[in-house]
């Protein structure tokens, strides 16, 4: 466990580092935050009756705003480390640790997540606070469901990343497979609309997948879209996609390494 | 010409990865196009955006993503972040050794046929555009489509090299000039209407990005802008184009004079 700790606490440490691009990051997460939210003001004046009852234009300005905020959380856009640590070979030192392998690549990504948290997801929800009304969780058990859905969506988004990284064992570059499982996933996870404002069939179908756990569904429960009940049926829906995730990321690895020749030199 | 043959190389090099390619350019037009769908479907619901309609939506979406995919692709060695390893790694030196000229060179080192996935989207979507608008093309508006299109491409790419030419100082890629690459890229996808008024006076005045998309398009619409800017500024796409990208070339050449190699 302390070898957990240890590598998660170095790879926050690394993160605090990289002050400039935590600005600029920041700053650019904002800044299309401000797009989409412009573009949301506007559906909603052009025809306030339009939207479902009960999910008023707060309600998706929040959605938005956490949208922006869990980017870093959640990583699912940029992050290269363990493609690259298959394409390059350095994952063959990480193998000979007597380590679990998942759970050395876990740990250090949360503690990239963690800091991104206080990096970029609580400033960048400041900052939006003070140019929207936002709404919260309207009591601590609304709360609390939300606390424990914003960490499986780390752990979800960090299985399916893992996996599709791992694909590198198969192939000498894996960056074509990360990149097209990147942009295919996108629409699924909500990132781009409020998953309430799909047609209710679609939105239907898109919420029993597991990639509606990775941002959505925090972000409903934020919001309180999802509420009581609904909430802890849609978290229940994130914690066996993680389960299953977890199985699926286990088995291929296994595979995978048995595959394994790396070049040398 | 040499120019033509570093680039040739560039492309034939790409060509070799052919699965390689054809996933990339596939994720790129699933995942812009993705984008779009989401838009089209939120947009279904509430009918308008500021008095457009989707179709026009889609217009100024196509024009944007048309413009920007091709600039991306022809300029994608000024890239910022491109541009920042070729700083950071010292490979810079390398081409400033070469008997050709730099700018060449950079534009001959990055064309990445990837990126027609990102043009073959915006081309869909400006399909779409047109199938739903039943537009009034004149000759007049037809001739200006394209050099709407090209003045859009050179801006753009305008952005990009002044975006490069900070990371003669700072090094790193600058990561806040997506802000104004990106950002401003995005910006044009919607009616510029719906934005608060300082975000409407920067990117009309300061970075006129919108004198490149959304001006335009009024004209192809034939409507008056309710911003109250006179029906003219439809015409200063060519200017602000070129104008752009002229400086954004001498101040990349004053850059250069400053450069100072990381000896890396």
Not at chain 1, 16 to 38: D, E
Not at chain 1, 224 to 229: F, I, T, V
Not at chain 2, 191 to 196: G, N, V, W, Y
């Amino acid at each position: 466990m302390n070898a957990y700790l240890a590598l998660a606490r170095a790879s926050l440490a690394r993160q605090f580092r990289y002050r400039g691009a935590n600005l600029a990051g920041l700053i650019t997460n904002f800044f299309f935050g401000v797009i989409r939210v412009s573009v949301m003001v506007a559906l909603y004046n052009a025809n306030p009756a339009a939207a479902p009852a009960g999910y008023d234009l707060a309600k998706a300005v929040t959605y938005l705003a956490c949208a922006q905020a869990i980017i870093g959380w959640v990583a699912l856009w940029g992050w290269w480390d363990l493609v690259r640590a298959l394409k390059g070979g350095e994952v063959v030192a990480d193998l000979q640790r007597p380590i679990d392998f998942f759970g050395l690549w876990a740990a250090q990504d949360f503690g990239r997540a963690i800091a991104q948290l206080f990096l970029r997801a609580i400033p960048i929800m400041l900052a939006f606070a003070l140019v929207y009304p936002l709404v919260g969780p309207a009591d601590i058990g609304q709360l609390l469901i939300f606390i424990l859905s914003f960490a499986l969506a780390w752990f979800l988004s960090f299985t399916w990343r893992f996996l599709f990284s791992i694909l590198g064992f198969w192939v000498t570059d894996g960056t074509g497979f990360a990149r097209l499982a990147i942009f295919s996933a996108t629409f699924f996870t909500g990132f781009l609309m409020p998953l309430s404002l799909f047609p209710d069939a679609l939105a239907g179908v898109l919420r029993w997948l597991p990639f509606a756990g990775m941002v959505a569904t925090p972000l409903d429960v934020f919001s309180n879209a999802l509420r009581g009940p609904e909430a802890l049926v849609a978290v229940a829906v994130q914690a066996f996609w993680a389960l299953a995730l977890y199985a699926l990321a286990q088995a291929t690895f296994t595979a995978g390494v048995r595959r394994l020749t790396t070049q040398g030199g | 010409m040499i120019f033509i043959r570093l680039a040739s190389a560039t492309l034939r090099a790409q060509a070799r990865y052919r699965a390689s390619l054809l996933v990339d350019a596939l994720s790129a037009l699933a995942g812009n196009g993705l984008e779009f769908v989401a838009l089209a479907l939120t947009f279904d619901r509430f009918g308008s955006l500021a008095g457009w309609s989707m179709g026009q939506v889609a217009f100024l979406w196509g024009l944007t993503e048309i413009a920007f995919g091709s600039m991306d692709m022809l300029f994608g060695g000024f890239d910022p972040a491109v541009f920042g390893q070729h700083i950071r790694r010292g490979t810079l030196d390398m081409y400033l050794l070469r008997p050709v000229n730099l700018i060449a060179q950079i534009f001959a080192s990055d064309i990445m046929l990837r990126r027609l996935g990102r043009i073959a989207q915006g081309a869909l979507v400006f399909a779409y555009a047109n199938h739903v608008l039943a537009l009034a093309w004149t000759p007049a508006k037809l001739l200006y489509l394209p050099v709407v299109l090209v003045s859009a491409v050179l801006f753009y790419g305008a952005l990009f090299i002044a975006g490069a030419t900070a990371s003669f100082w700072t090094v790193q890629g600058l990561e806040v000039v997506n802000v104004f690459t990106y950002g401003g890229t995005a910006l044009n996808s919607y009616p510029l209407p719906i934005f608060d008024r300082w975000l409407r006076r920067f990117f009309t005045f300061v970075i006129p990005t919108a004198v490149v998309v959304y001006y335009p398009a009024l004209y192809f619409f034939d409507l008056p802008d309710p911003l109250g800017l006179p029906g003219w500024v439809s015409f200063l796409a060519p200017a602000v184009g070129l104008g752009a990208l002229g400086m954004s070339l001498l101040v990349f050449k004053w850059g250069l004079r400053h450069y100072t190699s990381t000896g890396a």
